[in-house]
């Protein structure tokens, strides 16, 4: 009888205005999942109470083993609020993998582009390119493809450490 190994679920996260979730298995390397919601406009307790619900949907769902979150990127000519609304989605991430034991992982969204397109100032287009073609989906948008990408630059990274120290 031949053992198959167990699936390792790593969620990645693309936390803006519009969520991008992703979900790929470490094992097989599958995307298992992957969207993009509106939380929700206008309203900021509503906002974070929507991410926070479909955040334990998609853990209970598919029991993530590590969380990868595109960290803070912040251009010249950003609101001030910006930042604290960013903050506000990023704490409740952390909670939410926090309340079921989950490590989460940050990649500055350089890294993530030299993971996946070899360039680290590569444009959105590039990656959505290189994920639509790699994983064979069609994605929504730009939130998405980041989701994905976040997730499979920690699956990328995990590899190359267990190299490094086995």
Same mark, same amino acid.
């Not at 996260?13 to 969520?19: C, G, T």
């Not at 990656?127 to 069609?138: G, L, M, R």
């Given at each position: 009888m031949t053992k198959t190994k167990s699936s390792e679920p790593v969620v990645g996260?693309?936390?803006?205005?519009?969520?991008g979730v992703s979900v790929i298995d470490r094992?097989?390397?599958?995307?298992?999942?992957?969207?993009?919601?509106?939380?929700h406009r206008g309203d900021t307790q509503k906002r974070l109470l929507r991410l926070r619900d479909y955040l334990h949907e998609i853990f209970d769902r598919f029991k993530p083993v590590e969380v990868a979150i595109e960290d803070v990127f912040l251009p010249a000519r950003t609101s001030p609020r910006t930042p604290i609304a960013l903050g506000e989605l990023r704490g409740v991430a952390r909670l939410c993998a926090a309340e079921r034991e +989950?490590?989460?992982?940050?990649?500055?969204?350089? @890294? !993530? $582009?030299?993971?996946?397109?070899?360039?680290?100032?590569?444009?959105?287009?590039? +990656?959505?390119?290189?994920?639509?073609?790699?994983? @064979? !989906? $069609?994605?929504?948008?730009?939130?998405?493809?980041?989701a994905i990408s976040i997730a499979w630059t920690h699956i990328l990274e995990r590899r190359f450490t267990a190299c490094q120290t086995g």
């Open positions: 996260l693309d936390l803006a205005d519009k969520l094992v097989s390397e599958r995307l298992l999942f992957s969207d993009s919601i509106t939380l +989950v490590a989460v992982f940050f990649y500055p969204p350089r @890294k !993530v $582009k030299m993971a996946i397109t070899g360039y680290g100032n590569a444009s959105k287009d590039d +990656v959505v390119h290189w994920i639509e073609n790699e994983f @064979k !989906v $069609k994605v929504k948008d730009h939130n998405e493809a980041d």
